[in-house]
């Protein structure tokens, strides 16, 4: 059984930055996917930014540009750096591990709150 644990979500200004993480408990090596996704209330949750087990990522037009994914096998975790946030980015956001089993793993997510 694989966990993720979601952090470095926060208060920012509109046009400020922040780098969330997620911690997976094992070796994330092996994930075919991994990616974030963010729920903001009353709306569906939405894929935000996704890295295959080769580093191809791939954004929505919404946040292409602003935010970039990236993963660290080392250390087992993957990343999402988010710059020129805006107050529409406020959410929570949750990442995802799907595995070569054809395993979907989510993380507890972490608040991002973006002021005007």
């Known amino acids: 059984q694989v966990q993720l644990v979601e952090s470095g979500g926060g208060l920012v200004q509109a046009g400020g930055s922040l780098r969330l993480s997620c911690t997976a408990s094992?070796?994330?090596?092996?994930?075919?996917?991994m990616s974030w996704h963010r729920q903001a209330p009353g709306k569906q949750r939405e894929l935000v930014a996704i890295?295959?087990?080769?580093?191809?990522?791939n954004y929505p037009d919404s946040v292409k540009g602003r935010f970039t994914i990236s993963r660290d096998n080392a250390k087992n975790t993957m990343y999402l750096q988010m710059n020129t946030l805006k107050p529409e980015d406020t959410a929570r956001y949750y990442c995802?591990?799907?595995?070569?089993?054809?395993?979907?793993?989510w993380g507890q997510g972490t608040q991002v709150t973006v002021s005007s």
């Open positions: 995802n591990a799907f595995t070569l089993q054809l395993t979907n793993y």
């Open positions: 094992g070796s994330i090596f092996s994930f075919n996917t």
């Open positions: 890295i295959t087990r080769s580093g191809s990522t």
